[in-house]
């Protein structure tokens, strides 16, 4: 207990130091929107149904995936810090516990889970005590199987069987949840929960305050097995860079581009963070394009080629900072094409699938040809003009592969800067393909030509941006990847800022961004585009698709305003973050 409790003071005190400034308020307009999510879960307790099971099996979800796209979770404390200290593996792993508790996460989780104390009450005053235990249980649970995700992950990424595997499931998982709407309308026609939600993980503490005190035994026991394996995964967490070591050909080549696209394709089939990354895109491509024909929608499923491409562009928007400090062999080398190397290796790498997934899912339902190849020969070129443009510009350092530890997942100390550059990658790739589709959709095959056309375009042009940015400003790129900080004088700015919320910008102003980013895609994609879908095709009272259920004068404006609804939200929370960086740069 004494090492727990020291564990838990020690990550108190390094949040109470590190924690200010920008990232306080990050974090605390991420606290508001949690509450108001937790509250939001507490009210369904109220009702009557699987509602509250089926929410904190989302929550389950959540704890589980999310460390996975975060690059690791929170390690404020790492099992590195102790391994000299000669303490067993499972009391370590306890201590550990007990300080993953300490933390916004966990707080919010804990107040959602105020819900099981409701729930209770409303069957009598034993179900509210055993509530309380049940609350801390369920807690620890959630806690437990995001750090045996996270570890049984970052074992598989030793190997490249594992990361590809890896990369399968999360692909699958992401896709889901940005297609939930899907199982909601396949499971829930009549607005109704399955009855097997209670029975996940996630509702045993709900089954628990109900009555059924096995529950409560079977929390204990899945918390024991899950720290046991915690402790036992601690155990193998070796200090892997995340790169496979498995002899290779010499490599040949002739002239400088040719040398930079050899040692780019030797990185993509060496490096197990990129097979990774790559097994991710692609899965995430084909599982939310096909998703939808769970219910008869095969509209989508030509989409999976430029799906593809764009996650891939968003995965690898950071090459350069994944790279770490070997940029110098670049400053070394006179005259050396980086940039042109590192596009062609990009090309080759995901060009041929992102071609061949293209045309086949097309060839599966049969069109629209125009509109798919136009978008996939624009994305194609932008996404490989853009993704070493955005490296340089908004380089976020990386961990260098030998020292990315026992967690290869964490490739920078800074991963929120990463997320913000893949979302801003996605956005650019798709402006960039913008011009083509258009042509597409009004004069059909003549998009195809205007896709080739503005790919090389970008391919030529960005990329010679981002040549010149880094001829010009190398060293400082250099200096930047070693230290984490720009050089200048006086007070040195935080390495990848460019895409983090302005310091300037209100607890309000935070709030509105970080709302219409997260939940714009809600009235776009299901109440807007797909409900427009259902309209044209005369399927009508689609379960929550509100268009549906209109009258027919109705039916288009409503599925219409949502779109612009959705499209407004971005809009606004990127005038509001461009507002913000103009004025700080004053």
């Known amino acids: 207990m004494a090492v727990a409790l020291t564990m838990a003071r020690m990550k108190i005190a390094i949040l109470r130091h590190s924690i200010k400034g920008q990232q306080r308020g990050m974090m605390s307009s991420a606290a508001t929107l949690g509450v108001l999510l937790a509250l939001g879960t507490a009210y369904l307790a109220f009702q009557d149904g699987e509602w509250l099971a089926a929410a904190y099996s989302v929550w389950m979800l959540g704890w589980i995936i999310g460390p996975v796209f975060s690059g690791g979770g929170d390690e404020t404390l790492r099992p590195e810090f102790f391994s000299l200290l000669g303490l067993p593996a499972r009391r370590m792993a306890s201590g550990l516990l007990v300080a993953a508790f300490v933390g916004v996460a966990p707080a919010v989780s804990l107040l959602a889970l105020v819900g099981l104390v409701v729930a209770g009450a409303r069957d009598g005053v034993v179900g509210a005590l055993v509530a309380v235990p049940a609350m801390v249980l369920q807690l620890a649970v959630f806690v437990l199987l995001s750090k045996v995700t996270v570890a049984l992950l970052g074992l598989a990424l030793g190997s490249r069987v594992g990361a590809i595997g890896a990369g399968v499931v999360n692909g699958v998982i992401l896709a889901f949840l940005g297609q939930i709407w899907v199982f909601m309308v396949a499971l829930g026609q009549g607005g109704q929960i399955p009855e097997f939600v209670r029975y996940l993980p996630s509702g045993w503490g709900l089954l628990a305050v109900r009555g059924e005190y096995a529950a409560l ?298 709302i219409c980013a997260s939940f714009g895609a809600i009235p776009l994609v299901p109440q807007g585009i797909v409900a427009a879908v259902f309209v044209s095709n005369g399927q009508l009272r689609q379960s929550w698709f509100l268009a549906t259920h209109m009258s027919p004068g109705l039916r288009w404006p409503v599925a219409i305003g949502f779109m612009l609804l959705g499209l407004g939200m971005y809009a606004t929370g990127l005038w509001l973050w461009l507002r913000a960086k103009k004025a700080a740069t004053k």
């Open 217 to 514: 035994a079977a929390l204990v026991v899945l918390v024991g097995l899950l720290l046991a394996a915690w402790a036992a995964l601690l155990t193998r967490r070796a200090g892997a860079s995340g790169t496979s070591a498995r002899g290779r050909r010499p490599m040949r080549a002739s002239g400088p581009y040719g040398a930079v696209v050899a040692k780019e394709l030797r990185s993509w089939t060496r490096d197990l963070v990129r097979n990774h990354q790559l097994a991710f895109a692609f899965t995430y491509g084909v599982a939310f394009s096909a998703m939808p024909l769970v219910v008869g929608i095969k509209e989508m499923v030509p989409l999976a080629g430029p799906l593809f491409i764009m996650m891939a562009a968003a995965m690898t928007s950071n090459a350069y900072g994944l790279d770490g400090t070997a940029h110098w062999l670049t400053l070394m080398t006179p005259g050396a094409s980086d940039v042109r190397g590192r596009q062609l290796a990009w090309l080759a790498a995901v060009g041929p699938v992102g071609l061949v997934l293209a045309v086949v899912c097309t060839a599966v339902v049969g069109g629209p040809w125009p509109l798919v190849m136009a978008a996939t020969f624009a994305l194609l070129g932008g996404a490989a003009g853009m993704v070493p443009l955005v490296s340089v510009v908004g380089l976020v350092p990386g961990i260098d592969p030998k020292k990315r530890g026992g967690n290869p997942l964490r490739t920078s100390e800074d991963d929120g800067s990463l997320t913000g550059m893949a979302y801003l990658m996605l956005v650019l790739v798709a402006v960039t393909a913008a011009p083509a589709v258009v042509v597409a959709v009004l004069f059909g095959w003549w998009g195809v030509p205007a896709g080739l056309l503005t790919g090389a375009l970008c391919w030529w042009g960005l990329g010679l941006l981002a040549e010149r940015r880094l001829t010009a400003g190398g060293p400082e790129l250099l200096h930047l990847m070693r230290t984490g900080r720009r050089p200048g004088g006086g007070k040195a700015a935080e390495a990848g800022s460019a895409f983090k919320l302005p310091e300037n910008m209100s607890r309000t102003q935070r709030m509105i961004v970080m």
